[in-house]
C-alpha cells in the first residue's frame, strides 16, 4: 500500500491522468532484473478501455521479468518534440 501524498494539492486527477494516458505514445516500465536489481525499458503504448496496453512479444527478457514479480511501476512520456534531423 502507497503512502497517500504529501502534497495532495499537486496530485494529478484521475480525469487529468487519463487524458495523459489517452495521449501518450511512450511508457519508461520498471520492474526488476531476475537478480533484483532494477531494469527500465521504454515502449509503445495504447490506453484504451481502463486498460494500458504497451508492446511486447509473447516471450524475452522482459516477460520473464514480470513473470518473475508482476509488481512494476510506470512513467508516461506525455509530449515528445524530438528534432529528428538532429539525430543520426
Request: charged share 30%; aromatic share 10%.
Given at each position: 500500500?502507497?503512502?497517500?501524498?504529501?502534497?495532495?494539492?499537486?496530485?494529478?486527477?484521475?480525469?487529468?491522468?487519463?487524458?495523459?494516458?489517452?495521449?501518450?505514445?511512450y511508457l519508461s516500465?520498471?520492474?526488476?532484473?531476475?537478480?533484483?536489481?532494477?531494469?527500465?525499458?521504454?515502449?509503445?503504448?495504447?490506453?484504451?478501455?481502463?486498460?494500458?496496453?504497451?508492446?511486447?512479444?509473447?516471450?524475452?527478457?522482459?516477460l520473464d521479468c514480470?513473470k518473475k514479480d508482476?509488481?512494476?511501476?510506470?512513467?508516461?512520456?506525455?509530449?515528445?518534440?524530438?528534432?529528428?534531423?538532429?539525430?543520426?
Amino acid at each position: 500500500m502507497m503512502k497517500p501524498m504529501r502534497k495532495a494539492e499537486c496530485q494529478t486527477s484521475q480525469e487529468e491522468a487519463i487524458r495523459i494516458l489517452q495521449q501518450c505514445k511512450y511508457l519508461s516500465v520498471a520492474m526488476l532484473n531476475e537478480d533484483g536489481s532494477p531494469y527500465n525499458v521504454m515502449v509503445d503504448c495504447l490506453y484504451d478501455d481502463g486498460k494500458i496496453y504497451f508492446h511486447g512479444a509473447a516471450e524475452g527478457y522482459k516477460l520473464d521479468c514480470m513473470k518473475k514479480d508482476p509488481h512494476v511501476s510506470f512513467s508516461v512520456i506525455g509530449k515528445d518534440d524530438i528534432a529528428k534531423e538532429n539525430f543520426t
